[in-house]
C-alpha cells in the first residue's frame, strides 16, 4: 500500500482533515458487532480485543460511544463482550449507512461532535458507507486499522484504501488512545497504562 502515499492527491485528501482529538468533540463509533456476524469475520477475535481496548480507554477519559446494529431481528443483538460494557446509545438500522437513521443524526448533531473514531464491521459495507457519508457532512472520519474487518481480507484492505482516498484519517487502536491520553500526567495514566499495556493471546 506504501506507493499510495506518494500520491500528492491523497496526501491532500487526507492530511488536510485531520484535527487534534479533543475529548468532548470525539465520538466512538462501534458498528455491527452483531452475534450472526462477527462468527465469520476474519481475525474476529483480535477485532473484537481492539475494539475493547477502545472501549475501556473512552470509558476511562469520560469520551462518547455509540453502537449500531443492522436488522437485529434477524442478524441478533451485539455481542456481550461489546455490550456488557453498559451505558451508550444504540442506533438499530435497515440501511448499510447509519447516515441514513434521523436518530444518529440528530444525536450526533446535538453533542457537536466533529471527530469520529468508526470502528466494527464490515469494512467494505457499513463502515465504509457509513464513514464516506459522515465525510459528506464535514466530519473528521478516523479509522483505526486494527478495528475493522471483514469476512474476506481483500475486501477489508480494498475499504480501507477506499476510505483513505475518501478523505478519511488512517490510524490504530494504539495511537488513537494515546492520542486521547496525551500526557502521563493525568490522573488516569495508571489504569490507562494497564490497558495500553494489555495485548492479544488467542
Known amino acids: 500500500m506504501d506507493q499510495f502515499f506518494k500520491n500528492k492527491d491523497l496526501k491532500k485528501n487526507t492530511y488536510n482533515n485531520i484535527q487534534v482529538l479533543r475529548e468532548e468533540e470525539t465520538l466512538l463509533l462501534i458498528m455491527d458487532m452483531q452475534e450472526k456476524l ?5 481475525e474476529n477475535q483480535l477485532l473484537i480485543f481492539n475494539i475493547n481496548k477502545l472501549i475501556d480507554t473512552f470509558i476511562l477519559f469520560n469520551v462518547p460511544i455509540a453502537i449500531t446494529e443492522q436488522n437485529p431481528l434477524k442478524l441478533g443483538k451485539t455481542i456481550e463482550p461489546i455490550l456488557e460494557k453498559k451505558g451508550y446509545p444504540k442506533f438499530e438500522k435497515m440501511e448499510f449507512s447509519c447516515s441514513k437513521n434521523e436518530s444518529f443524526i440528530n444525536y450526533v448533531n446535538k453533542y457537536k461532535f466533529k471527530n469520529i473514531i468508526v470502528c466494527g464491521i464490515e469494512s467494505h459495507i457499513c ?8 465525510l459528506k457532512k464535514g466530519f473528521n472520519i478516523l479509522i483505526p486499522r486494527d478495528a475493522i474487518g471483514s469476512r474476506n481480507e481483500i475486501d477489508n484492505e480494498t475499504a480501507f484504501l477506499r476510505l483513505i482516498l475518501s478523505g478519511a484519517v488512517p490510524c490504530t487502536t494504539e495511537s488513537v488512545i494515546c492520542e486521547l491520553c496525551k500526557t502521563s500526567n493525568r ?10 499495556k494489555n495485548s492479544f493471546s488467542n
Open 38 to 42: 462477527i462468527c465469520n469475520i476474519n
Open 127 to 134: 463502515v465504509l458507507q457509513t464513514s464516506i457519508d459522515l
Open 187 to 196: 490522573k488516569e495514566f495508571k489504569e490507562f497504562s494497564k490497558i495500553l
